[in-house]
DNA sequence: CTGAAAGCGCTTACAG
DNA sequence: CTGAAAGCGCTTACAG
């Protein structure tokens, strides 16, 4: 199948052919020191021969930098992750740096390999995507990692979830955030459906112990409970950012509440489930029941009825993460770069029937 | 911001520490060499205390081997894409390879960057996904590039998109392919529409010049000419795989046929703006007229009504891709693993009004 | 089971 | 403007 692995041509290869030093050539290709015009034609034409491409990893080992960044998201199949990633490619796109993407599958310890791999690659800056688990243990050894790239020299950015606090609880230095309002966008979408009315408000969230899920719903129970709302009458049910989430958890919501007059989405997949379900019971969106998601993803606005949400600018977060990981871009003071969520009001929230 | 960039502990530190010679950190390290117990011990100690990861570039360059695996996107933010990748690192998910993913926005020459990168990364394989610009001169340096990575030791497959030929125009020798059935799905969907006794059948396509658009279309017309039709009933708009081309092409399609009683549509994501173009045309999907997709992506079946598509197995075609890229499963003869494409038939297609 | 030594393919002060 | 030489951090025959 592989025939013969015909050794790649060297720099030693091309400096023989051309009839100059290998620095000479080093000098050439990297550009960053006087060569006479001649000699550098030379050499190019015996990179064109040879075809020569430069060995990266003992150009990495010999200069102690590399042109990789690393971009750890958690579900690549999620539009999310991808108009994130791809906000951060924008930026990337025209340099000479790598992009790289690795999909955890949301499992932490693939988020702890993925970041292993990058520090021994000697990465020139990683990009940490989206919620990762909240729990004490995961988060410290996120912390550890994220530090060991950091004092190597790694720039480290953060996008969608927050500020990772260091050993002494402050904010981890030299790392900076872009960090999503989950809070401020769950708040304003249940004060939404509260002004409509609605008084009787299901929630299904994202997995539990996400960061994602935990601010989503900590917003709708801000709102909540500043109307005075809350309890057995809004119940929450949790599951995973799916279709089939959505249409699980609203069973069990209705079995808990069946006269429940709106159900909020931890995201936009979900409330498309949660649609699906209600809709096979002979229910109506919005007549019958107020639906709402969260991210505002490209198919929001195509469902039908068109999904009420709450709008990330994903891309433009991406492209601002990319900036950062590049060094283009100065962090914000205290490392900090808040992006709003804003509240899109389709046609899938209505007033409460009888109002 | 990035203080004292501290220089990581190398083997050598781990070696002096455990008090052993540096040869034998390695052997403990890749447990490919017998090594006695307590100095193994002695050495995972040291290497846990200095928290000690091995540096990838300077191992691979002296192993001449590599743990990564590249997979070369048109679009990330397309769940098309993010479905082949997950497929292909749920195989990569429990090995120590490292699976990348680039990305290169539909543009040619970022195709062959990612190629050349990959190739001085000395990547253990590279997966090309999806459809390519189907031009000879691109064509031609793509399998320049191949080739190279190939005799380099490098393992190349193709997954979703035709396979390479070689300078003698024959495939190109160990490369596999895992071909969708573009073609035979394209037929099969207007076949379907045929039947329903559509005659006049609009089609909103793809990037012209990329070999997923050209097959699908080829597929149409192999079933329009089979039944006589085709000519100024059936008119082909194309444009882009995005939802804004399905509502302006569908635009001009009914300018140049305002009695088109279906529109077939180049993948899903068209096929929504095509609906919601007819829809703001007071058009009724499918009672005026018919709507198909191409890829059944997941939110396909939420769609209201359903949209009826053509099922490409993406996740586990990744997953067959993913495996051939690592050796774990032999290529078939030939190097090309057929992957069928199955109409869906759903709500949004039906038979024409008046029969 | 362990070590000394060469070598992987580059880059970069240091000289000239 | 150019070259000789050391060194980056590993691995792997080769000895023992």
Redesign the interface.
Known sequence: ????????ATLADVARRAGVSPATVSRVLNGNYPVALDTAARVQRAVTEL?Y?????????AAAT?DLV?IIVN?????F???I??GI??ET?GTDV??????T?GAPD?ELR?L??L????ARAVVLTGGTVDSPDHLRAVA?QVS?L????T?VVLCGRPPLAGADHGPL??VSTVDFDNRGGGQALTAHLIALGHRRIGYVAGPANRTTTKLRVLGHQDALKRHGLGGTDCPVVSGDFS?GTGESATAELLRQRPDLTAIVAGND?IA?GV??YLRSQGRTVPADVSVAGFDDL??SA???PALTTVRLPL?EAGRTAGRLALGRQL?PPGGIFPVPAELVVRASTAPVRGI
Chains 1, 2 share one sequence.
């Open positions: 199948m592989t025939q013969h692995p015909d050794p790649p075809s491409v430069v060995n990266g990893n003992a150009r990495a080992l590399s690393g579900d690549v199949a999620d539009p992750f991808g108009l990633a791809s490619q924008d796109g790598l992009a790289i993407i690795g999909n599958a693939r993925y292993t791999l520090r021994r690659q000697r550890t060991a950091v004092s190597a020299g720039t230095a030299g279709r997949t498309l649609c699906a490209p198919f195509d469902a039908v891309i962090p």
